[in-house]
């Protein structure tokens, strides 16, 4: 069975600091790692999709790497504002007959201080 | 495009009662599922669907029904409440396997 751990839970930084959130997977079978962001009270935004033959995804100040062969992905935000502040999910989609299905991490809340 | 939809946004329900919490989407997107998420457990896979009438068990199904009779709407189905059932719920959809997963905006329940 496939488990999500995201390091570290909560994370605190002030504003303009650049920042790496973690993931790591179990079983490296994947079909695809996505990043999601969810503010409180609402639901999930996708930040990045990765598929598996990728090593990584930009946009804007997000980049997000994936070892598949180590089962470990990181989200690095750099130049953090306030407005980044969110629970950061990580999501691996597993390969063969789980492909369907999405297992999550329990996320990175994280705090941007002005 | 209004993305995915999720109504009621909140609700009580007494033990035992039934309701349905609905879900639309209109990007005719194949792939929909359900998740709830409760503190500490993060989301959890209730059921899915790959495509019209066709429909399977996620990790956490017991205690729910899903139908999918057209590909842009797939409601799902409280029988009998339980205080456990006190959760999130969460709606999403994908075109295909490989590509984003976008979610509705949930639908709080709380079970007395």
């Known amino acids: 069975k496939q488990e999500v751990t995201q390091i570290p839970a909560a994370l605190s930084v002030p504003e303009g600091e650049n920042l790496v959130l973690n993931c790591s997977f179990t079983?490296?079978?994947?079909?695809?790692l996505q990043w999601f962001r969810q503010d409180p009270g609402k639901g999930l935004t996708s930040l990045l999709l990765?598929?598996?033959?990728?090593r990584e995804q930009t946009s804007g100040r997000l980049n997000a790497s994936l070892d598949k062969s180590s089962g470990r992905s990181t989200l690095y935000i750099a130049a953090s504002q306030p407005g980044d502040s969110a629970t950061y999910l990580c999501a691996v989609m597993g390969s063969g007959g789980s492909n369907y299905k999405l297992t999550f991490g329990k996320g990175t809340l994280l705090t941007v201080n002005p | 495009n209004a993305g995915v939809t999720q109504t009621p946004k909140f609700q009580v329900l007494k033990t035992g009662q039934s309701m349905t919490l609905q879900c639309a989407q209109d990007?005719?997107?194949?792939?929909m599922s359900w998740y709830r998420q409760d503190p500490g457990m993060g989301l959890r896979l209730i059921h899915y669907s790959v495509g019209a009438g066709i429909t399977d068990q996620g990790e956490v199904p017991n205690g729910y029904n899903v139908s999918r009779s057209t590909t842009e709407d797939f409601p799902l189905r409280l029988l009998s409440a339980a205080p456990s059932q006190t959760s999130v719920y969460f709606c999403a959809s994908r075109r295909t396997v490989a590509e984003t997963q976008y979610f509705g905006p949930g639908t709080r329940l709380l079970v007395l």
């Open positions: 990765i598929q598996s033959s990728q």
């Open positions: 990007m005719n997107h194949e792939y």
């Open positions: 079983d490296s079978a994947i079909y695809n």
